[in-house]
Nanobody
């Protein structure tokens, strides 16, 4: 089992940047196939933001964040990052990281992930 802990959220003005981190303990991310970032705004369903294949580094992004957000990983630190630039008020949400075992299906659906962090709040003001 792996424990995931997110950090780096906060309050930022529109147009600003934040970098979220997701540190794994218990088992390393290399034991898993993919890591993903999701977000959930009040009254809305949890939605896909970005994902990365741990071995090889292929990345996937939601259309709404493509060109603004970058997902990356640091194997030595067993950490996944989400660099968020040009933030907009509609990016306001609780952001969660998650890990996915092999053969769990698409990166896009939250139900295909096995372990989740507790979430970190990102608030973008106008």
């Amino acid at each position: 089992q792996v424990q995931l802990v997110e950090s780096g959220g906060g309050l930022v003005q529109a147009g600003g940047s934040l970098r979220l981190s997701c540190a794994a303990s218990g088992r390393t991310f290399s034991s898993y196939y993919r890591c993903g970032w999701f977000r959930q705004a009040p009254g809305k369903e949890r939605e896909f933001v970005a994902a990365i294949v741990w071995s090889g580094g292929s990345t996937y992004y939601a259309e709404s964040v493509k060109g603004r957000f970058t997902i990356s990983r640091d194997s030595a630190k067993n950490t996944v990052y989400l660099q968020m630039n040009s933030l907009k008020p509609e990016d306001t949400a609780v952001y969660y990281c998650a890990s996915q075992r092999p053969s769990r299906g698409s990166y896009y659906f939250p139900n295909n992930y096995d372990y989740w962090g507790q979430g970190t709040q990102v608030t973008v003001s106008t």
